[in-house]
């Protein structure tokens, strides 16, 4: 059984950073690509950030892309969300997603619970 566990929300000042890491266990983790997600009160779930089995490639929303950086760890089978300049509007519930799919997935097939982040002005 695949799990996907993420880490590391909470609250921060605007202008802040914070990483944000996700754990995958039961699936050979090099041959998942990684997404994060994230979900708003009120909103539907946006996409974040996708990275592919080895790392080579990666790619981003217009609303993060130049202050979050997606990375992962194979060896730690771990992904990583490096969210920098971080305003109130990126207040959200964060998901990180495994696909078995080639990148870029068409779909994901696995998903973590979720953690807050909270951004004050």
């Known amino acids: 059984q695949v799990q996907v566990v993420e880490s590391g929300g909470g609250l921060v000042q605007a202008g802040g950073s914070l990483r944000l890491s996700c754990s995958v266990s039961?699936?050979?983790?090099?041959?998942?690509?990684m997404g994060w997600f994230r979900q708003a009160p009120g909103e539907e779930r946006e996409f974040l950030a996708v990275?592919?089995?080895?790392?080579?490639?990666?790619y981003y929303a217009d609303s993060v892309k130049g202050r979050f950086t997606i990375s992962r760890d194979n060896a730690k089978s771990t992904v990583y969300l490096q969210m920098n300049s971080l305003k109130p509007e990126d207040t959200a519930v964060y998901y990180c997603?495994?696909?078995?799919?080639?990148?870029?997935?068409?779909?994901?097939?696995?998903w973590g619970q979720g953690t807050q982040v909270t951004v004050s002005s």
């Open positions: 990275i592919s089995r080895i790392a080579m490639r990666t």
């Open positions: 997603a495994a696909a078995n799919s080639a990148y870029p997935p068409s779909k994901y097939d696995y």
């Open positions: 039961g699936r050979t983790f090099s041959s998942l690509a």
